[in-house]
C-alpha cells in the first residue's frame, strides 16, 4: 500500500513535471507562430529579404536555448530558497506583497504627479517632455517605487493562498489597471499590453486545467476590445498632436522604411473615405506592423553595423546602467546603449543579444534555456518561483517582438529577489519578538 502510494506521488511529479516542459515549449511555439500570422495576414511590402546571416544567428539561439533547457537535469538536493521561505508563509507573503506594490505604487505617482508634473489634461507628447526632463527627477522616490514592478505578483499568491475572498481578490486585479493608467498618460503601449499579456499567462500558470465557459469567454472578448480601444486612442493622441492627417502619419512610421504596407493598402487608407473598416485595417496594420518589424530592423543592424563593438550585457542592461549613473556609480554614455543604427525602433530579443554579444550571444542562450529549466523544474514543489515562470513565458513568447529583457524582466527579477530577502528578515524579526 505504501509502496502504490509512493508511486502514485511520483506519478502525479512527473506529470506535473511534464506539463511544465509542455508550457516552456508552447510558450516558444507560441511566440513563432505568433511573428508568422502577422507577416503573412498583414498587408506589408518586404523591400529586402532577411539575410542569412540573420535567419542563422536566430535559427541557432533557438536551438541552443531549447538544447539548454533539455541538457539541465534536476538535482534531488532541496533548494537554499525552498529552505528560506516555507509553504505554510504564503498568506503573509501575500498581504507582504500587497502593501508593498501599493506603497511603492503611490511614490511612483507622486514622482509622476507632484514632481513630474504629468496630468489627464495635458497632451502625451507635453507628458513625455515632463517625464524626461532630469530635474524633474527624484532618485530617492525612483528606489521606492521599484517594487511597483511586482503588481502581479499578489494575484499569484492570492490563488496559491486558495482563499475565497472577494475583496482581496479585487484588490489584486485592481493592482494590474494602475501600470495601465500610467500607459495612457505616457502614451505607451506596452505599458497597456503588458499587465493583459501577464494576467493571462498567470491564469494559465495557476490553472493547469483551463475551462472555457460564458464568463471567460466574455471576459476575454472584453479584454480584447479594451486593448482595441485603449491602443487606438493612444496611436490617435500621438498622431493628432502632429499637423499631419491620422492616416498618412501612421503610413510613414518609422518601420515603414523596412516593412511598409503595399501599394493597394496605403492608397486605400490615403484616401479621404472615413469609416469603421478603414479604421480596423489601420489598427490592424499597425499592429501587425509592430509585432514583425522587429526581426527586419535587426536586419538592418547586421547591414548596417557589421563591426561594432559588442557591449557585453550593458545594452540589455540599459536600466541598471541608467540607475548606477544617476547614483553615481557608473558614468557610462547612454546614447552608446542604444540602436546603433540610431532608429526608435526594436530590434527584438536576438537583436539584443547580437548587440551584446555577437556570436557568442549562443553560449548565454543555452545558459538561459538551463536557468529556465532549473526554474521551471523547481517551481512544481516550491511556489515561490511562480512568478520567475510567469515573466520568462512572456518573455519566450515575445522573442522575435520585444526585448522584454532590456525593458523590465531582468529589473523584475531583481526586485523580486530583494523584495523575498525583506520578507526573510521581516520572518526573522517577527520570530525573535515572538520568542
Known sequence: MKQKRLYSFFNIHNLLEESKKNLFLTSIVLGIMLW??????????????LSNQVLIFITLNYLVFVSGYFFYKKRKKKSLFKRALKKENINIFLYFIIIIVIMSFFFRFFDLFHLRELSFYNSIGQNKINAAKEENFSLLIGLFSVFRFLYFVPYIFYKLSEKNNK??????????????????????????????????ISIIVQNKRFKIDIKRVLLLISIAVFLIFGSQYILKERISEKSVKYYKRVIKAPYNDLLPLNDKTKNYLSSD?????????????????????????????????????????LYNLYIIVKMFNKLGVSNIPLNTLKN????????????????????LSLGIMFLFGVIQKA?????????????????????????????????????????????????????????????
Open 36 to 49: 508568422f500570422f502577422f507577416l503573412l495576414t498583414t498587408p506589408v511590402k518586404i523591400i529586402r529579404p
Open 167 to 200: 475583496k482581496l481578490l479585487l484588490i489584486c486585479l485592481l493592482l494590474f489597471l494602475i501600470p495601465v493608467t500610467e500607459g495612457f498618460l505616457r502614451g505607451s503601449r506596452r505599458l497597456i499590453l503588458e499587465p493583459v499579456l501577464i494576467l493571462g
Open 273 to 313: 473615405t472615413d469609416n469603421r473598416i478603414k479604421d480596423g485595417l489601420l489598427f490592424y496594420c499597425h499592429v501587425g506592423q509592430y509585432i514583425t518589424h522587429g526581426v527586419f530592423e535587426f536586419d538592418h543592424v547586421i547591414r548596417q553595423k557589421p563591426t561594432h563593438t559588442a557591449k557585453y550585457g
Open 340 to 359: 546603433p543604427t540610431k532608429r526608435e525602433t526594436y530590434i527584438t530579443f536576438f537583436g539584443g543579444l547580437y548587440v551584446d554579444f555577437k556570436w
Open 375 to 435: 526554474v521551471f523544474s523547481e517551481e512544481i514543489s516550491n511556489p515561490y518561483l511562480k512568478p520567475v515562470v510567469v515573466m520568462f513565458i512572456l518573455c519566450n513568447i515575445m522573442l522575435l517582438v520585444f526585448n522584454f529583457l532590456r525593458a523590465q524582466i531582468f529589473i523584475t527579477l531583481l526586485v523580486y529577489l530583494l523584495a523575498m530577502i525583506f520578507f526573510k528578515v521581516y520572518l526573522l524579526a517577527r520570530k525573535m519578538v515572538k520568542n
